[in-house]
């Protein structure tokens, strides 16, 4: 029986540059967002607990289409698809 994800609802912003973060936890197991403002628009990890990163390689026109991506990719495929 799969266990419910709870979400870090506060999404953080570092004053001194354009980061946002959110954690996702399930379990032991907890995945860090984050979206960074760039030159080229927004990109995206996905970090897990163990530290396995996955780095999207586009660009994001919004913070939110970031996220939105994110929280897609991991209703899809499941938060276990980011350990390995």
Not at 13 to 32: M, V
Request: glycine fraction near 4%; proline fraction near 2%; include cysteine.
């Amino acid at each position: 029986m799969s266990q419910p994800i709870n979400r870090d609802e506060d999404i953080a912003a570092n004053p001194h540059c354009d980061i946002f973060k959110e954690e996702i936890a399930q379990g032991d197991q907890t995945l860090s967002i984050e979206v960074q403002h760039n030159d080229d628009g927004w990109g995206l990890q996905i970090i897990s607990s163990n530290e396995n990163l996955t780095d999207y390689e586009d660009v994001f026109d919004s913070k939110e289409e970031a996220f939105a991506e994110a929280h897609a990719a991991i209703a899809e495929c499941g938060i276990d698809s980011f350990f390995w």
